[in-house]
């Protein structure tokens, strides 16, 4: 037997980030991924897919996404969607369904178990601040059966405060879970939960935004049924893939030597053009460069399908050609370089704002 574990998926969220036309590109674009994993699970022979909460994003899905889902759900009939709702999700979906699908499997506040006939039982508690301080009291699982249990939160060595969202991972040890099918921490994480299970976020199917960089997409748990044993891995599944880069421009004099050490760094790395990419400069420049990033950033428009591109490059003072500088300059930058109580990034930056400030009243 196969399954899918996914959460987070977040559909029509508001990705404030990025420009109008590219959110709801990227809005699409999800609602797509979403949809590719049910082909992937129809062609792939899956019997299920587990969603550990945090399907929507919004009170106000809009009924585009809320259709396709239904629709997918519905056109799927061999599979079984086990829905357990996060913070994020609300009714909104569930009560545009006339009648809830018979392959949609549902949870509530109080633990609901189904048993999927050979050994395998999917369990699962929607959490609240009432319940989640008590729920691992009430979890009564048979040691015999493959356990898979569903939870949205995030995980916690031991119980704290009375907030829903807290999951107190001590709690649930030695309980006989074979696969703890997390959902709410957006990065990927697989662990053992204790000598019999593992514990699993899947983290999100898509990036959407900076910090959600890197590889993603979902879990597909094989299960043995003969043994009952269930071997985890993760299929990378995103349409694009965030990446914040760190590019180090040390030397670099004006914009234009930036811009090829920029390219330098593109070619060299194989970062695919669907991708989002935020290129952070860094190492030490000169304080007269005139390194730009708007500039830069319209420069590298068409490398890939989203760029920015932020400066965090410090100034290098080149002391001694202020030593006999005469100048008003050279005294503003001696009396600077004596000043025993700032360190030398701040007195690089005084600096180099104050030679910015005499140039410009020159
Ligand atoms: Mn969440």
């Known amino acids: 037997m196969r399954i899918i574990h996914t959460a ?12 109008r036309e590219e959110a709801k590109r990227r809005r699409d674009e999800i609602v797509d991924t979403f949809k590719n994993m049910i082909d992937f699970a129809s062609k792939e022979e899956v019997d299920a897919i587990l969603i550990s909460g945090d399907l929507f994003d919004t009170n106000n899905v809009s009924n585009l996404y809320q259709n396709l889902v239904k629709d997918v759900i519905i056109s799927n009939p061999h599979i079984l969607f086990f829905y357990l709702k996060g913070n994020h999700d609300n009714n909104s979906f569930l009560s545009c369904l006339d009648e809830i699908p018979n392959n949609l499997m549902l949870f509530d506040e109080d633990w609901t178990s189904y048993d999927l006939g050979n050994g395998i039982v999917i369990t699962g508690i929607e959490l609240t601040p009432d319940n989640s301080r008590v729920m691992s009291d009430s979890l009564l699982l048979e040691a015999d059966k493959l356990n898979i249990v569903m939870l949205h939160g995030q995980e916690s060595q031991y119980k704290s405060g009375d907030k829903a969202e807290v999951i107190a991972i001590s709690e649930l040890k030695n309980k006989g879970i074979d696969y703890l099918a997390l959902g709410h921490v957006h990065a990927r994480k697989l662990e053992a939960l204790d000598s ?3 514990l699993c976020y899947p983290g999100c199917l898509e990036g959407r935004g900076f910090d959600e960089c ?3 997409g979902f879990m597909l748990l094989d299960i043995d049924e003969d043994s009952l044993r269930i071997t985890p891995s993760f299929v990378p599944f995103a349409r694009r893939t965030i990446y914040e880069l760190p590019v180090d421009v040390t030397g670099a004099k004006s914009s234009y030597d930036a811009e090829r050490i920029i390219d330098g760094f593109i070619s060299d790395s194989d970062l695919s053009r669907d991708s989002l990419v935020r290129l952070v400069l860094v190492g030490q420049v000169s304080m007269d460069s005139d390194i730009e990033t708007g500039y830069l950033t319209t420069h590298f428009r068409d490398a890939f399908y989203y760029v920015e591109i932020i400066d965090n490059t410090s100034f290098s003072v080149d002391y001694d050609s202020y030593e006999f500088d005469e100048s008003l300059k050279g005294e503003f930058v001696r009396v600077v370089k004596a000043d025993t109580d700032l360190t030398d990034e701040e007195k690089a930056l005084i600096i180099k704002t104050g030679i910015d400030l005499l140039r410009d009243n020159r």
């Open 8 to 19: 987070d998926i977040h559909l029509d969220s508001k990705m404030g980030k990025l420009p």
């Open 196 to 198: 019999r299970g593992k």
């Open 214 to 216: 890197g590889e993603k």
